[in-house]
């Protein structure tokens, strides 16, 4: 069965970077765009963007280009999301969400279980 | 902006109807915005629950069923019961970027 494992919850100081990891399983890493949505405490989900596996090709959201940065390993079948200069309000639950692409549909299919990054002092 | 609009929550008696909403601001959402149903509880991954306006996904109960209403899409559960008691989000395609719904918490009582 698909799924997305991602990595633990991580506590960073303001302007430090943090790291996650989506491990994939269940199906053909290199078939289905990766992508990175968080949910911040009290606040609506938010897109960042997204990998292509089989490329490395990237896509940022507007408002956190220059500060994230989606890489992947293909012989680990696992992608990973960097946030630099860190400030409080990055805060927030990280999720890596798979998409499926077809004639009729577009969406997120499988998620990971989410990973909490903490930016405090 | 583009704020994707949702009761923030519902109500509802086990065993009856409810339907939720997704509306766009500015805008109407239409099914060229692909909108998708999530059904979230704390601490667990979200789970597809309709895809592409009206498709269910696959080991979803019958009794969710998506739409449009108007210049909404809607999400419809029918015979409530208390497991679907939870948090339900929409996020439409928007071509180049996705966008998110607040979400809508039901409660089933």
């Known amino acids: 069965q698909v799924q997305l494992v991602q990595s633990g919850a991580e506590v960073k100081k303001p302007g430090a970077s943090v790291k996650v990891s989506c491990k994939a399983s269940g199906y053909i890493f290199t078939s289905y765009a990766i992508h990175w949505v968080r949910q911040a405490p009290g606040q609506r989900r938010e897109w960042l963007g997204w990998?292509?596996?089989?490329?490395?090709?990237?896509k940022y959201s507007q408002r956190f280009k220059g500060r994230v940065t989606f890489t992947r390993d293909t012989s680990a079948s696992t992608t990973y999301m960097e946030l630099s200069s860190l400030r409080s309000e990055d805060t927030a639950i990280y999720y890596c969400?798979?998409?499926?692409?077809?004639?009729?549909?577009?969406?997120?299919?499988?998620w990971g279980q989410g990973t909490l990054v903490t930016v405090s002092s | 902006q583009t704020v994707v609009t949702q009761e923030p929550s519902f109500s509802v008696s086990p065993g009856g109807t409810v339907t939720l909403t997704c509306g766009l601001n500015?805008?109407?959402?239409?099914?060229?915005?692909?909108p998708t149903w999530y059904q979230q509880t704390p601490g667990q991954a979200p789970r597809t629950l309709i895809y592409s306006t009206n498709s269910r996904s696959s080991g979803v109960p019958d009794r969710f069923s998506g739409s449009i209403l108007g210049n909404k899409a809607a999400l419809t559960i029918t015979g409530a019961q208390a497991d679907d008691e939870s948090e339900y989000f929409c996020v439409l395609y928007m071509g180049a970027f996705w966008v998110f719904g607040g979400g809508t918490n039901l409660t089933v009582l």
């Open positions: 500015p805008g109407s959402v239409s099914t060229n915005y692909y």
């Open positions: 969400a798979r998409v499926t692409v077809d004639v009729t549909a577009i969406f997120f299919d499988f």
């Open positions: 990998i292509i596996p089989s490329n490395g090709n990237t």
